[in-house]
């Protein structure tokens, strides 16, 4: 089996992001690379583990570690504090020490979930990200973000504790459902938009392969998002300011998100709409063209993902908008891309102007 691989630079908590089709039996393997200890939990859903968890545990066996399950409930709902507890008690049972370790089988729920818990039980554990959502694989196993939700909102609880490991199967594709397939090249396309013009063009030649779930396609996409991703992290781990730029598109999504109680669109459609819009200012600002917008705006259509906002009074956008972690001083921190490939943070105050095209 062919196991590609990119390190991950934060020092002495730098890991590889290992990439492959039908890789999860290595894991076992990998982990040996590591200085990890014999007990290991792996944390995943129902629908994923139903799949995927006897083959992972089958291989954390086989290289030796004794291997505890632990299911938690399916949907973003439950990416909340008694989901932590519920992992806490069944990794308090199991016995595991300080010297063990977590592995989170699954999207980003269970990446999230899993990486908080592990970043605060016995005040912190080693933790591996296999991914199994596009979204995942792109975005939220790669950067050290975990978190919960909480009543008052989301992600509101969390830490920065970077995994140890991400292996990236991309064979576990095959089961994900085709909109959430969709929904996370939104975040794919983000990169393209923002860090690199050739991974744009890249994708605009590609779509049909993409859209099928080319292997070969597939992995150039997946590493690629990887990479941008990790570049950007690697300078800010802690989002003190240029990591902001991985938020282009989601001021808008975030307030779509809420307009629609979070039921009638999947992140990566809100964020599609949002890049349209932010395309469409960024315009507006003289920072890309027109041809950059039209070409922006087609990528966006032709992956089947909206590119319209969500008919609302442009108060209610500014309501949740102004909620927004990146607001302060009443102005809201918001990414533009300049041109294709380049992007840039820029403090907004006027809010007539972002809300221009929002139904009054
Ligand atoms: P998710 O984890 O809910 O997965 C979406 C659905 O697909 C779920 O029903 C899941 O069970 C199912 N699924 C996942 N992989 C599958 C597979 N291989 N086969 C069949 N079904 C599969 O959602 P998501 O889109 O993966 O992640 C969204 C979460 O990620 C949100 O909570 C968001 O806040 C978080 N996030 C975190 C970061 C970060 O940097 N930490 C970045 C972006 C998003
Ligand atoms: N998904 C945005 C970030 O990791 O910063």
Redesign the pocket.
Known sequence: MKVDNLSVHFGHRSYEIHFGAGILSELGELCRSLSLGEKVAVIT?P??GG??FHGVSASLQAAGYSVTGVEIP???SY?CSETVNSIYDSLISAGLTRDSFLVAL???????IT?FAASTYLRGVPFIQI??????QV?????????I?HPLG??LIGTFHQPCMVLIDIS??????ER?YI??LA?VIKYGVICDRSFFEYLAENRSAILKRDSECLLHVIRTSCALKASVVEQDEKESGYRAILNYGHSFAHAIEGLTDYSRF???EAVAMGMAQSAILSEMKGYASPDDTQRILELIRSMNLPTELIPSPAMSYRRLMQRDKKVRDGGIHFVFNKGIGAAAIEKVSDWDFLLKNVSQ
Not at 131 to 136: D, I, K, V, Y
Not at 139 to 147: E, I, Q, R
Not at 172 to 177: D, H, K, Y
């Open positions: 859903n629908v994923i799949s995927y399916d949907g973003e990416k699954g999207g980003g729920v269970v990446g999230d990486g991914p199994t959502s596009l979204l995942a975005d939220s196993s790669v950067g050290g973000k975990t978190g939700n989301k992600n576990t594709l095959e089961t994900l459902p959430e929904s996370g975040e999947l992140h990566g």
